[in-house]
């Protein structure tokens, strides 16, 4: 977008001080330096971007700086995830910029995946002057009422005065309680007209906001006493443990009472996948012990999730079974939402736990241990029929679990971190890749967004360039965001990108076959590119592998390859589905285990 003649003259207007009120010990800056400011104070090292009319004084500001790195991505779309994936991995706010108008619309489905996984991110979307907001200008977009329904909150700056103080309380709000994306709408006359600066406010407060931390000491003690006296217990714990950091205080309250523990497809890593106590993942695609151990456990104790419909399934039939239920959470809106809980406890999980973990080393009262070895004898018949199994003896084509396994067994003690995109594929990494630890599975969770592999692998690869960044990905999904490859080469993020390529919309063929009859409608890509081909258009290395022998080689090589972006094309059983499957409508024991029970 050209800047007018009558722009210029504001901002030359601003320049002399028109639009300023000094006054002594502050600096006369402009709404766009202002914003640099904030940014530096909030240590933001990294943003992703794409420039353009709005939002060009903001860009002039940001080249005269050389504190923050600004990621130029393809998509506006690519620059939210890429910020997202960053924040996911390193706990940090993710900062965010795009233009008026198509740029803001680009990152909408960005800003919704971040806000139904809760991730802590200021996106920055600049706006046509204030005189032309609402007369339909050029590039011009109701920001706030666009994003009202996919933000923890926004703002519109009309006065280039409230800048600093509404950044403040943006990274404010992203960062604390139950975290999530907040929008921040700067017209562009506001990011050239000075005003006087007299430094970011070092604290904010903010009457209708005040999330709680600390939760009530009598409910903490009631869930005590039920937990010391359960005969089958069970812990269920979600994002909102990686999310509050809270995963040493998980960790000690599992071994110190030594009972099952399930984490939902965002809480992978909480608790070490390799430990006996973890059961595996619940939910939709969960195993048999997981989903047994929720449905037969008779106290159940919630930390940081929200029984959301992949998870529980049916709620008729998970109310079938009578058992208590203890739910820890920040949010009060999330507690007694889809089902109803005996003990809601608000607060942040990690102050939670401190004070529920401080408690029992006080007390004498130790669980049953017979009825919790037989609970155990219980799960270990269960956990006995192997739910995960497939063909390993396939010589003749690749099976997608494993890729997957084999990727797991060469990166078990690597600093690995796997992002990956919506699908089969996404299934199959959460089962069969163990997670030791937190934050080092990056995935959408909530929206379930095709095509955040690639942006979230280069966002974490930036933050942490010396450990290992695989993206596992399918042929579909990837091409949604295939441009950002680009944007590997020009900033230097070597990456791995595993696509278990089947030819199909894999989920998509996968309900079609189950839930109507085979009929394949538009889950087949006739057309698709070589992707070989494609990764070295991009400056990369390409790879094809057809055969099961050729998975770990080939993975070696990529391994060997530190620096560069390595696309793998692995042609995997297009007729694989992923088990177990609860169908929807269907409680949480009813599973499909194989194709003998369709």
Request: hydrophobic letters at 40%.
């Amino acid at each position: 977008m050209e800047i007018s003649k009558a722009e210029l003259t504001s901002a030359a207007a601003a320049s002399r001080g028109g639009n300023s009120s000094s006054s002594p010990g502050a600096q006369d800056l402009m709404g766009s330096e202002i914003l640099v400011k904030a940014l530096q104070a909030e240590n933001v090292q990294y943003i992703w971007g794409y420039p353009g009319g709005a939002v060009l004084y903001i860009y002039d500001a940001l080249y005269k700086q050389d504190t923050i790195q600004h990621v130029l991505v393809r998509h506006e779309q690519a620059a939210v995830h890429a910020a997202d994936g960053y924040a996911r991995a390193t706990g940090e706010v993710g900062v965010a910029l795009v233009t008026s108008g198509p740029g803001l619309t680009n990152a909408v489905t960005g800003i919704a995946t971040a806000y139904m996984d809760s991730i802590p991110m200021v996106i920055i979307s600049g706006q046509v002057p204030t005189p032309a907001i609402g007369l339909d200008a050029f590039q011009e977009c109701d920001t706030v009422g666009i994003t009202r329904p996919i933000v923890k909150h926004n703002f519109l700056v009309k006065d280039v005065r409230d800048l600093a103080v509404t950044l403040k309380k943006a990274f404010h709000i992203a960062r604390t309680g139950r975290p999530g994306p907040v929008v921040v709408d700067i017209p562009k006359d506001v990011s050239f007209k000075k005003t006087a600066f007299h430094g970011y406010p070092q604290s904010v407060e903010m009457r209708s906001y005040n999330p709680v931390k600390k939760g009530h000491g009598g409910q903490i003690r009631k869930a005590l006493q039920l937990l010391l006296a359960a005969k089958r217990p069970y812990i269920y714990t979600g994002g909102g443990v990686l999310l509050g950091n809270a995963v040493p205080e998980l960790r000690t309250l599992v071994d110190m009472l030594g009972y099952p523990v399930t984490h939902t497809l965002m809480g992978l890593g909480a608790y070490p996948a390799t430990d006996r106590k973890f059961l595996g993942m619940l939910g939709m695609h969960g195993t048999i012990e997981a989903n047994n151990a929720m449905q037969n456990c008779d106290v159940l104790l919630a930390v940081g999730a929200r029984f959301d419909d992949r998870v529980i399934g049916n709620p008729k039939h998970f109310a079938q079974n009578e058992r208590k239920i203890i739910h820890i959470d920040i949010d009060p809106s999330s507690i007694s939402k889809r089902v109803k809980v005996d003990i809601p406890i608000v607060g942040d999980v990690k102050d939670v736990l401190t004070e529920l973990i401080s408690m029992i080393r006080e007390t004498t009262t130790r669980p049953d241990a017979g009825a919790l070895s037989a609970w155990w004898d219980q799960i270990e018949a269960w956990r006995g029929r192997d739910c995960l199994k497939y063909d390993r003896g396939n010589t003749e084509v690749i099976k997608p679990q494993y890729v997957i396994e084999t990727l797991w067994n060469m990166t078990r003690d690597a600093d690995a971190y796997v992002t990956s995109d919506v699908g089969q594929h996404q299934m199959w990494a959460a089962q069969f890749y163990k997670f030791d630890e937190p934050r080092r599975w990056i995935n959408s969770g909530g929206l379930g967004t095709m095509g955040v592999g690639i942006p979230y692998a280069m966002g974490i690869k930036l933050a942490k360039p010396e450990s290992e960044v695989f993206c596992v990905t399918g042929e579909g999904s990837v091409q949604m965001n295939i441009q950002e490859l680009s944007t590997c080469l020009q900033y230097n993020t070597p990456i791995k990108v595993l696509s278990l390529n089947n030819r199909y919309l894999g989920m998509v063929r996968q309900w079609q076959e189950i839930e109507y009859s085979g009929r394949y409608s538009h889950s087949y890509m006739d057309a698709l590119p070589n992707f070989v081909k494609l990764a070295e258009a991009y400056g990369h290395v390409g790879m094809l592998i057809e055969r099961p022998q050729d998975v770990e080689p080939a993975l070696r090589e990529a391994r060997k390859l530190k620096d560069r972006t390595v696309f793998l094309d692995f042609r995997t059983d297009p007729t694989e589905n992923v088990f177990p499957m609860v169908q929807a409508g269907k409680g949480i024991t009813e599973m499909l285990l194989g194709s003998e029970d369709l």
